[in-house]
């Protein structure tokens, strides 16, 4: 079938649906919502067999609806109603949420339900939740709807409030003021139920050192205390932690509010700046085990032969600064009395490569952007010239630009299956890239298909990544599934007869290529490349880096999504 996306963003969610739609023999061409003119547009140049919205900010126009069917991916149970549905259930400790696929009408979220799914609620960050439990039940039930669109024969159900299995309601959307943290009188819960209810977007408002921030990225804390609630009573790697009235929680990550001016999103501690200087920095070590709760981003686990080096950094965004810690502690973990080395990323990403955001707020963008990047390679570098362990990348969550390439540094690379990946740096203002792709890129997948990957900025699935040799295989239909498989897997070739073999083929390998071609010449070729980016004429990539992580909305859809204009053009 033709599918027209009608979509405020190509965002995670709409990228996996792509995935599993084009897997499936559709044909799906992108149009970003930006205004009824160009939509309309949009759909008399594809002509499409069904619309699908997997992500919208606004309502779809009548003439669209009334013409064309078009299903609308709903985050909220049967019945939910409203712009902030996730942000709700959260709010209001629902133990059960889930998605609905509807069909558009005049009436916001009223129209005819064509499937719908629910899922068990964790205490988790709306991102988590949206990323993982949302875009999973999303995958089937959308996959339904078409399935049910397509026999033709499919009466879908109008939303009736009488039935008793419909649980939802029409609710107002969320205000800062439902948001508002009153430090006398939430306990730890209830403040990290408000801040994961508002993270990705918009975040809660607060006060902090006399300024008016907005809180994301928090966690708990079960051994720090401070006497007056709402204070910060210590630091952690870019983090602040604050005294609640019967505990604590880490905040990750700030951003100011700025009446009339943009702000950037940005680790807690360089948002705050010198107002910390008296805040004592609390470090902990990626080695030392910890029992409790408390805000780690590198982390060291050893079981039997097998060290597992997790890296869990908000947004899978890498700084500077994180890039060296995980060097450091990557170089530690190769000195521990183990045989194969899996790299976990983090649980929700596995990485994005360098940190878009920190390079912003850098007094000069191409000196951090230069600094970000060699620190990127150094830690690669690690990993590929590895020759006393074996290593596997186990990719829980998605993986984009610098970070795919980060993937395949290790001899094996797997991936979950809901896994996507966008092994491409063009999108962000032509950026070449380095994290020496050069070598890993080709290497797996031949040179046409590199370039074709680099070139075409679409993303792959990981049964897709699996198929085109770019990882070793992928499986687990949810991240315990995924993890327990990578342990077996990993405690096998620890423990195979075949392990030294191994290990004496893959330093042989790495010599052969080595004189072939150095791994310094990759790196400085590409660094060529990059010192045009960053330092050249051309500002595309400072252009496009501002308007990402300012979010600046679309003004059109780039051709490589949007086939119908690239077949008009
Ligand atoms: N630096 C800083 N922040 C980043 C980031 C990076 N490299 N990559 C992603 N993020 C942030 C986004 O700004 C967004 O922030 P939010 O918390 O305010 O929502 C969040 O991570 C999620 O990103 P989003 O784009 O919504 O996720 P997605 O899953 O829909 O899309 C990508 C994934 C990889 C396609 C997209 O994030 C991207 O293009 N990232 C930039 C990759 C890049 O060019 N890296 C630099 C070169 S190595």
Redesign the pocket.
């Known amino acids: 079938m033709k599918i027209l996306f009608l979509t405020h ?4 969610l709409a ?1 996996r649906l792509y995935i599993e739609l084009v897997r499936r023999g559709h044909e799906v061409s992108i149009e970003f919502d930006i205004n009824d003119a160009v939509t309309t547009q949009a759909v008399e140049l594809y002509r499409p067999e069904l619309i699908v919205a997997p992500f919208l900010k606004r309502a779809i126009p009548e003439a669209l609806w009334r013409n064309h069917t078009c299903f609308v991916v709903h985050p909220g149970i049967v019945g939910d109603r409203g712009p902030s549905a996730l942000d709700w259930a959260i709010m209001r400790d629902c133990a059960e949420w889930g998605v609905t696929v509807l069909q558009a009408n005049g009436e916001m979220d009223a129209g005819d339900i064509w499937a719908a799914e629910t899922f068990p609620m964790r205490l988790a960050k709306k ?1 988590s939740l949206y ?1 993982n439990e949302v875009v999973e039940a999303a995958v089937r039930v959308v996959l339904a709807a078409v399935e049910r669109f397509q026999s033709g024969t499919f009466k879908p159900t109008p939303l009736d409030y009488s039935r008793p299995e419909v649980l939802g309601r029409l609710h107002v959307p969320i205000k800062q003021a439902d948001r508002a943290i009153d430090w006398r009188r939430d306990d730890t819960r209830t403040v990290l139920k408000k801040i994961h209810a508002a993270d ?2 918009p975040g809660v408002l607060d006060t902090l050192c006399g300024g008016e921030y907005y809180l ?1 990225d928090a966690c708990a804390e079960d051994a720090l205390r401070g006497s007056e609630p709402g204070t910060i009573i210590a630091k952690r790697n870019g983090a602040i932690c604050r005294a609640t009235l019967d505990g604590a929680v880490w905040v990750g990550h700030l951003k100011r509010k700025a009446e009339g001016e943009l702000a950037l ?1 940005l680790p807690a501690v360089l948002a705050l700046g010198e107002h910390l200087t008296d805040v004592p920095e609390v470090p902990l070590d990626p080695f030392t085990t910890c029992a409790g709760e408390t805000y780690r981003d590198i982390w060291f686990e050893q079981k039997n032969n097998v060290g597992y080096l997790h890296f869990d950094f908000y ?3 890498m700084s500077s600064a994180q890039c060296e810690r995980l060097r450091d502690a990557y170089l530690a973990a190769i000195r521990r009395d183990v045989r194969v080395i899996v790299l976990m990323g983090g649980a929700d990403f596995w990485s ?6 920190c390079i912003e707020a850098a007094a000069s963008p191409a000196d951090e952007s230069w600094r970000n990047i060699n620190a990127m390679n150094d830690l690669m570098r690690a990993i590929v010239t590895t020759g006393s362990q074996l290593t596997i990348a186990a990719l829980q969550g ?1 993986a ?4 795919v390439f980060l993937s395949l540094a290790a001899d094996h690379v797997y991936a979950r299956e809901g896994v ?1 990946f ?1 092994p491409h ?1 063009k ?2 203002g032509n ?1 070449y ?1 380095s ?1 020496y792709w050069t070598y890993l890129l080709p290497g797996r997948v031949g040179e046409v298909r590199a370039a074709a990957l680099t070139q075409n900025r679409l ?1 792959v699935g990981a049964a897709e990544a699996h198929e085109m040799g770019l990882i070793d295989g992928c499986f687990g239909a949810d991240r315990e599934d995924f993890v327990a498989r990578i342990e077996q897997l990993a405690e096998g070739l620890a423990a195979s007869p075949d392990y030294p073999a191994l290990l004496r083929e893959k330093v042989a390998r790495r010599e052969r290529d080595e004189r072939e071609k150095p791994l310094d010449a990759y790196r400085a070729e590409e660094l060529q490349h990059m010192k045009l980016n960053f330092y050249g004429f051309d500002p595309s990539y400072h252009v496009a880096r501002y308007n ?2 300012y ?1 600046i909305p679309h003004a059109w859809t780039p051709l490589y999504l949007a086939r119908h204009r690239r077949i008009a053009s």
């Open positions: 963003s190509f965002n995670s990228q991102s990323r990705g977007f994301f999103k947004n899978g965004a994005n490569g360098i940190h878009l955001n998605n984009g630009a610098g970070g996507v966008n740096y999108g962000m950026l890239g994290e993303p990402f992580v979010k």
